[in-house]
């Protein structure tokens, strides 16, 4: 089975700098996908980036990059330019390719405060 | 347009109880996810539909679990007999297909599920 690590409980930044939230995964499969969602207070879960394990070149979203080294099965989020509204837990996830296989799984979450 | 809809909002039960949790996904998307969070666990797949069937319903915890889908739309998630530890956010999630291809899941704002 697969599962997903997110080593960091609780990560703050300060507005304008940038931070990386770490995610890394464990999976026998060679086809994948995998996303960072975000989830404020509202509960509301917001896509933020995704990735395709057969793409070599890291996906980006404005403020948003990801770092995805597939031999060391990693996948880290980079928010530059922090904003007050970057503040949530945000979760990494891995979706298989194979068909039939629909669910994501979750890492435990990473909680961001962003200070003024 | 409308996003995933899910009622009620917040639900207090006695253990023992029947509940149901409602889910209303965006018009025309044929895959209808449930996940289960709690302080504990985390995120959890519960279900998954495609169209009125459930090709993977494995992470159900128990038969006191059940859900339905009727004309490939709404939602229904039933739990039976109410413990306290099924105490948890209930959240819905749907796409607009499934399969190989990886289409954005969008969530709902969930039900928070409380058994005193």
């Known amino acids: 089975a697969q599962t997903v690590t997110q080593s960091q409980p609780e990560m703050s930044v300060q507005e304008a700098e940038t931070v990386t939230l770490s995610c890394t995964y464990d999976?026998?499969?060679?086809?994948?996908?995998l996303f960072w969602y975000k989830q404020p207070p509202s509960r509301q879960m917001i896509l933020v980036i995704r990735q395709e394990a057969y793409k070599q070149q890291n996906a980006t979203e404005n403020r948003f990059s990801v770092n995805f080294q597939k031999a060391a099965k990693s996948f880290s989020l980079k928010i530059s330019d922090s904003q007050l509204g970057d503040a949530a837990m945000y979760f990494c996830a891995y979706r298989s390719a194979r068909g039939g296989s629909e669910k994501l799984v979750f890492g435990k979450g990473t909680k961001l405060t962003v200070n003024p | 347009g409308a996003g995933v809809s899910q009622s009620p909002s917040n639900k207090v039960t006695e253990k023992g109880k029947d509940v149901e949790l409602r889910c209303d996904p965006i018009?025309?998307?044929?895959?209808l996810y449930w996940y289960r969070q709690s302080l504990g666990q985390g995120l959890e797949f519960l279900i998954y539909?495609?169209?009125?069937?459930?090709?993977?319903k494995s992470g159900l915890p128990s038969d006191r679990f059940s859900a339905e889908r009727t004309g490939g739309s709404v939602s229904t998630l039933t739990i039976q007999r109410t413990q306290q530890e099924d105490s948890a956010v209930y959240l819905c999630?749907?796409?607009?297909?499934?399969?190989?291809?990886?289409?954005?899941?969008?969530f709902g704002p969930g039900t928070r599920l409380t058994v005193t």
């Open positions: 999630a749907s796409s607009l297909a499934s399969g190989l291809l990886s289409y954005e899941q969008y």
């Open positions: 999976t026998s499969e060679s086809d994948y996908y």
């Open positions: 018009s025309g998307h044929t895959a």
């Open positions: 539909f495609q169209g009125n069937s459930a090709p993977d």
